[in-house]
């Protein structure tokens, strides 16, 4: 079944760390996406990527980098300079068309000790 | 740019009573419009979902939804809410000819109680 698949599904890391989130899919979708997501805040867009080799900032990308080197994969790096990233983060993608929607991971709790 | 208002960011109903959810959006264009679930510690899943086509749209678990152009709405209901409802429900609204990008609202946390 294709479907998009988050790993680990929770992380615990030291302060001062960076740590990656890996995000795979196998639905030939173009688009990919992460969100961060904190209680009481809904869905912030950290990056997204409408095509391999590309991608954008969204609203809160300071502290995280991301590649997409290939069509199935958008991991996100959460780096030292991120301030508070204890978060649910979560990563969908899509087709071309805006009729579709997204499709989302289950998410990765990263907990930062 | 668009935007998405879920009024009301918890609501709580009894066990078989109706389950109303408030989405209004602004757009200048009909816009296509999403409604998601998500479970606590869960990615979201489609609920339903206008294209265009029908202005009453029904989704999975009971639930559906009636676009309504006039005042820019697209509700979320239920006839009798069940104690497996419980969850956080998101709005989305992407415009036609605009990408494939979503429009998040705020989220709504629907409570069931016994």
């Known amino acids: 079944d294709g479907g998009i698949t988050q790993s680990p599904k929770y992380l615990f890391r030291k302060e001062g760390q960076n740590v990656t989130l890996s995000c795979e899919q196998n639905?030939?979708?173009?688009?990919m996406y992460w969100y961060r997501q904190d209680p009481g805040q809904g869905l912030r867009l950290i990056y997204y990527?409408?095509?391999?080799?590309?991608?954008q900032k969204g609203d809160i990308a300071e502290g995280y980098s991301v590649s997409r080197e290939k069509k199935e994969s958008f991991p996100l790096t959460v780096t030292s300079a991120q301030k508070n990233p204890t978060a649910f983060y979560l990563c969908?993608?899509?087709?071309?068309?805006?009729?579709?929607?997204?499709?989302f991971g289950s998410g990765t709790r990263l907990t930062v000790v | 740019a668009q935007s998405v208002t879920q009024l009301g960011s918890h609501v709580s109903v009894s066990e078989g009573a109706l389950v109303l959810l408030r989405c209004n959006y602004s757009?200048?264009?009909?816009?296509?419009l999403f409604w998601y679930v998500q479970y606590p510690n869960q990615g979201l899943q489609l609920l339903l979902k206008?294209?265009?086509?029908?202005?009453l749209v029904k989704g999975i678990n009971g639930f559906e939804a009636e676009f309504k152009k006039s005042e820019t709405s697209f509700h979320l209901t239920k006839p009798s809410a069940h104690m497996s409802d419980a969850a956080e429900y998101f709005c989305?609204?992407?415009?036609?000819?605009?990408?494939?990008?979503?429009?998040f609202g705020g989220g709504t946390r629907l409570m069931v109680k016994p």
């Open positions: 989305a609204v992407s415009e036609y000819n605009a990408g494939n990008m979503l429009t």
């Open positions: 969908a993608s899509s087709r071309d068309r805006e009729s579709y929607g997204y499709t």
């Open positions: 206008y294209t265009s086509a029908a202005t």
């Open positions: 990527s409408q095509i391999v080799n590309d991608f």
């Open positions: 757009s200048s264009v009909p816009p296509y």
């Open positions: 639905l030939n979708h173009d688009a």
